[in-house]
């Protein structure tokens, strides 16, 4: 029930449909939390200016975001999945954030920096020569306004998000120390998992690589992509390796449910060698087992997409209950009613 449990907030960007990278990054984790925690699920969808080029994926993506969000099982009614867009108060709360938000926590925040490198001086020729807009540097901002808007007390997320909860953090206490305490000062919640490499072994899983499996994704395809994985430097089929090097255990440790028999294949592997088929036969099961139930749950929403739109509408109008709630205390905070409260009280103006 709302106002009893402690509110979570997290979100994902609408640039595609989800991946395993997700799943063992978020969604196992959204799926348990959401029982505990008066969860808020935010599809951020003003944090796109990279994709400004093409709506209509961002467009797309947001149904494809909603329809796994439904397949894995986060339940929309003890939950609210919401559309930042649809939410303008959003906008509204980080203008006057922007206040009180050192410029110089931007210019410092690893994460941001980093993005902005890999923007301005790309690997990939197509996007070379890129200027940066405004919108982008301050897109954590527009997180802190996320967070601080539904005044939630955790924020699961990895570690390359933790400089901006550190944003919203000191903008909290600032907020609360020089008006009013308006905001909790949320905690992060690191998820266990660590970050899932992509099929072809670089150590970023994205769609623009073309090295995801999708949540989405059919049985036969799921095959395929695992046939086709990197397993580490080239060896005999019947000679040891070290586990380290082949990220088909980094997979297996993610999602196989057996983690004796796991630990039985690595000590395997280092002694008298395990082949690559062998672990590619065993994560293919593994991943079946996994995707399976979700596929179906999706199938069912996907013939009756009404549903989708249901989850997606309810949990917004629910969202910006709270949102028009969290302004009104802004407002009193920061005197933005003055006006108002002139003419009511028949204040002299000047
Ligand atoms: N920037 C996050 C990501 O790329 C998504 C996100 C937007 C988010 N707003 C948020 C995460 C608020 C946590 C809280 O993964």
Redo the contacts with the bound molecule.
């Keep these: 029930m709302i106002g009893e449990k402690k509110r979570i ?5 609408p640039t595609g449909p989800l991946h395993l990278g997700h799943y063992a990054g978020a969604l196992e984790n959204w799926v348990e939390l959401q029982h505990q925690y008066d969860c808020t699920f ?1 599809i ?1 969808d003003c ?1 796109v200016s990279d994709y400004a080029h093409d709506l209509p994926r961002v467009r797309n993506a947001v149904w494809e975001v909603a329809l796994d969000w439904l397949a894995v099982g986060l339940d929309p009614e003890s939950s609210r999945f919401v559309i930042e867009s649809r939410v303008p108060e959003h906008a509204e709360l980080m203008m006057w954030l922007a206040w009180f938000l050192p410029i110089g926590m931007l210019e410092r925040n690893p994460t941001l920096k980093a993005e902005m490198q890999a923007i301005e001086n790309p690997e990939d020729a197509t996007t070379k020569g890129k200027s940066i807009p405004v919108a982008f540097y301050i897109y954590p901002v527009m ?1 802190v306004a ?2 601080l808007l539904a005044r939630a007390d955790v ?1 699961p ?1 990895g570690e390359d ?1 933790l400089p901006h909860l550190e944003l919203t953090r000191e903008t909290a206490r600032h907020f609360n120390r020089n008006f009013k305490p308006v905001f909790p000062e949320p905690q992060a919640l690191l998820g266990s998992a660590p970050r899932l490499v992509g099929t072809d072994g670089n150590a970023k899983m994205s769609k623009s690589r073309g090295n995801t499996i999708d949540l989405k994704d059919s049985v036969a395809m799921v095959a395929s992509k695992v046939r086709r994985m990197y397993g580490g430097p080239p060896r005999g089929a019947k000679e040891p390796g070290r586990v380290q090097q082949n990220p088909l255990f980094l997979y297996l440790d993610a999602f196989d449910r057996d983690p004796a028999q796991v630990n039985n294949l690595k000590e395997r592997y280092e002694r008298t060698g395990v082949s690559n088929e062998e672990l590619k036969d065993r994560l293919t099961a593994v991943l079946y087992e996994l995707l399976e139930p979700i596929r179906e749950r999706r199938a069912k929403y996907e013939s009756n997409l009404s549903l989708v739109r249901e989850a997606l509408e309810h949990g917004t109008e629910r969202s910006r209950a709270i949102a028009q709630e969290t302004m009104e205390m802004v407002r009193d905070a920061l005197d933005l009613n003055y006006l108002q409260r002139a003419f009511e009280t028949d204040t002299k103006l000047l």
């Design positions: 907030l997290s979100g994902v960007r935010l951020a944090q997180q996320n967070i924020v997320v998000q």
